[in-house]
């Protein structure tokens, strides 16, 4: 049987570094993600990657790690075992994303089609999707060892075309929400490639919990409280968190009234919290937003994902174009995770 999985790469609106606390987020998936087509059947995974020009068999059951092969396929390879794939599969990787450390979920996307690809999606609910998104999660966990959230996973497996998706990454519930026709979404580099493995993500993972352990759940949380916590530094992560959970419903309400100005703010003041409350920036992410934010057009922008690189998202007028020397493109809405029986 040929079969074709896509899933999308994400870009999140709002709502950074607030999915590992069961915070909320809205991030809208991309028209562009990782396809990966081919035929079911035989003793072996057979998988070529287009963008990397490299490929890889193993013969079924895939056994523990193995340092040899490329990232990409330690991934794949890493989805199969999870999923304890008894069933072959031959086929081709390609990718419309652009390539390497972009900060646009390729690594969440890569997985959700390998695991749709490997036959994950028995059932297409809802349900079903969240519980891919989990699995997901766990195989990056093991294979990365980076302690995030369920943003990623779940803007590639559960998104509905034409919408962002507000989801509250403590209970899983998901509402898809329109993006009014007043304002594109822009995305763009910063030029510097972002590794979130290398970076200091699961310090700030660790601090959350720290105060979450202090404070309780931190939906919960005010701005007095995070007054009462001793550590300066404890208290600009939890400034910035308690926040950005307020932003996310902020941004919704400018949504629905479609008052770009006040979405452009939110964006701006959400970068100024990840820059300075949550130390996640970089100068060269900072100089880059500010002079796309002084585009005539652009209402606002802010960095994207885990931060120390990669890219940043803007509002702005419809028609706008920057004129930034790194990569940059006009997203659409896209339709979340799919597959397709080709014969
Ligand atoms: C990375 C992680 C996500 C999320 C963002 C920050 O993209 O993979 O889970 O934590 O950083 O919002």
Not at 127 to 147: M, P, S
């Amino acid at each position: 049987m040929q079969i074709r999985s896509f899933a999308p790469g994400r870009v999140n609106l709002i709502g950074e570094h607030t999915d590992y606390t069961g915070g909320l987020v809205l991030p809208m998936a991309l028209d562009m993600g990782i396809t990966i087509e081919g035929e079911i059947g035989g003793d072996r995974l057979t998988l070529r990657s287009v963008q990397f020009d490299e490929s890889f068999t193993r013969t079924l059951p895939i056994g523990a790690d193995d340092d040899s092969l490329p990232e990409w396929a330690g991934y794949l390879t890493a989805a199969a075992r999870f999923l304890h794939l008894a069933e072959g599969f031959s086929g081709t990787i390609t990718s419309s994303l652009p390539k390497g450390g972009t900060g646009l979920s390729s690594s969440a996307a890569l997985l959700v089609s390998a695991m749709l690809a490997f036959g994950a999606l028995d059932e297409d609910t809802l349900d079903r999707r969240k519980q891919i998104a989990r699995d997901v999660h766990e195989v990056e966990l093991d294979a990365t060892g980076l302690r995030n959230g369920l943003m990623d996973q779940l803007a590639s497996i559960a998104s509905i075309e034409g919408h962002a998706t507000l989801i509250n990454c403590g209970t899983l519930d998901i509402r898809p929400v329109k993006i009014p026709d007043s304002m594109d979404v822009l995305v763009f580099h910063s030029g510097q490639p972002r590794m979130l493995a290398d970076s200091e993500y699961n310090a700030r993972s660790d601090s959350a919990k720290q105060i979450q352990s202090l404070l309780g759940p931190l939906l919960d949380v005010t701005l007095d409280d995070v007054a009462t916590l001793a550590d300066p530094m404890l208290q600009k992560r939890a400034r910035h968190i308690v926040t950005e959970n307020a932003r996310v419903m902020q941004m919704i309400d400018a949504f629905a009234a479609d008052d770009p100005e006040q979405c452009g703010a939110i964006l701006n003041e959400g970068h100024r919290s990840l820059a300075e409350d949550y130390e996640v920036s970089t100068p060269i992410v900072d100089a880059i937003q500010q002079q796309v934010n002084n585009t005539p057009g652009v209402f606002g922008a802010r960095m994207v994902g885990g931060g120390f690189g990669g890219s940043l998202v803007a509002l702005a007028e419809p028609g706008t174009n920057l004129d930034v020397d790194t990569w940059w493109t006009r997203a659409r809405p896209g339709p979340g995770a799919s597959l397709t029986v080709l014969d």
